[in-house]
């Protein structure tokens, strides 16, 4: 017999729901923060998914989707196992802000890199705890898991939608061999993705995605460093769930679990949200901007396909008059994932979260000098 998956106090048991705790940092005031750790495994072998959220803490919507989606009906007809850590920085859930108040930076940009380590630099800060945290949970992560979701959410009123990471590769040695093997992987991650369901997005080319640390989000290390088939959520307003997308991403997911060989009933339907395939491939861009300070009006609403030209928005003065360049038009066919916050701009704020035609491959080396510091 094989040893049970054991993640922090909770240990797998056939047929249950097992909950504990994985001990993440001390606090200087003696307090210790935890992970909660829940593990539902069904009786049958099969696959381990990995399923976490609330690493950014005005996003609820990931936490409330798992809560609903571990069941014991779930349990029952499961081959295989679900890790689910709902709370990666519980600091930053308590105060609902993105950054825990301890580590004062994106926490989701914080997991491996993938290069080898180096002695500390003293004129560089150390590592948060949390950083140092999440360096440990990585190992648990990868030794055990086949699948991950993490969970998020993009902006108010945004649509559902999942984010596909580029996989890259090292190109600087042996790059047939890591090129063949990132395009498996992206295969794999390809077909998560249309099981899910929802619209998907591509992210920034390997360039942009490297500068925006997007390689240390969750999905990005465990896709780059685990090399496990992932991908990120994006489940629009966080502040308050909306329960249609989180019907539609708890069914997506099991929608996951079917492809996998983890459950055996009937695709379910993503019902009640915006499916949107403009039929290319998109990724995403912060596009238009507006050419001055002004107050702009949307004409566009989130889900909405739109073409070059199209007027997106009336800007006007304070006053409510058009100014000159009135209205604003997209540069871009594609489609509109959201709308920038309020209606108050300054000269190149962009008013919308677009999708905007992809050219550039989902399969990449790494930007030329990415392991240059390995060498030194
Ligand atoms: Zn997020």
């Known amino acids: ?12 048991q056939p047929g249950t729901i097992q909950y504990g705790e994985w001990e993440a940092l001390s606090h200087p005031t003696g307090h210790t923060e935890f992970l909660p750790v ?3 495994q069904g009786k049958g072998a099969g696959p381990c998914l990995w399923l976490t959220a609330g690493i950014h803490g005005p996003e609820h919507t990931g936490p409330t989707v798992l809560y609903k989606m571990i069941t ?5 007809r499961l081959k295989g196992t679900v890790v689910v850590i709902p709370a990666l920085n519980p600091a930053g859930l308590r105060t609902m802000s993105r950054e825990p108040y301890h580590a004062q930076k994106d926490p989701n940009r914080m997991w491996p890199d993938g290069k080898r380590e180096k002695p500390p630099d003293p004129d560089k800060d150390a590592p948060s705890s949390l950083e140092l945290a999440y360096k440990r949970l990585f190992q648990e992560m990868i030794a055990s898991s086949d699948y991950l979701i993490d969970y998020h959410n993009a902006g108010t009123g945004s649509i559902s939608f999942s984010f596909r990471d580029r ?3 090292r190109a600087d040695q042996d790059p047939e061999k890591n090129k063949a093997e990132a395009e498996a992987l992206a295969a ?16 920034f080319p390997a360039e942009k995605y490297i500068d925006d640390k997007l390689h240390r989000s969750t999905s990005g290390a465990a896709l780059l460093v685990g090399k496990i088939p992932s991908f990120t959520v994006e489940l629009s307003t966080g502040h ?6 989180v019907a539609a991403a708890a069914a997506g997911t099991r929608n996951v679990m079917r492809w996998a060989g983890m459950l055996e009933s009937e695709v379910e339907p993503i019902q009640k949200i915006k499916v949107v395939d403009p039929g290319f491939p998109v990724r995403r861009r912060d596009t238009p901007r507006v050419k001055q300070a002004c107050v702009a009006l949307h004409l566009v609403e989130p889900g909405d396909l739109i073409h070059v030209g199209d007027p997106v928005a009336e800007v006007c003065d304070i006053w409510g008059r058009p100014l000159d360049d009135s209205p604003l038009r997209s540069e871009h066919d594609g489609l509109v994932l959201g709308r920038s916050r309020g209606i108050y701009y300054y000269p190149g704020d962009a008013v ?6 992809d050219d550039a491959p989902v399969v990449a080396p790494y930007p030329e000098g990415y392991f240059k510091d390995e060498e030194e």
Do not use: C, F, S
């Not at 014991?72 to 029952?76: A, K, M, T």
């Not at 308050?240 to 997308?245: E, Q, V």
């Open 240 to 245: 308050m769930p909306d329960p249609a997308i």
């Open 167 to 169: 996989v890259m590769y």
């Open 352 to 357: 919308l979260w677009m999708a905007i035609r």
């Open 72 to 76: 014991q009906d779930l349990v029952d």
């Open 38 to 40: 829940i593990i539902a």
């Open 188 to 203: 794999k991650q390809d077909g998560m993705l249309r099981a899910y369901g929802h619209t998907i997005i591509n992210e």
């Open 1 to 12: 017999m094989t040893e049970p998956l054991v993640v922090g106090t909770a240990t797998a």
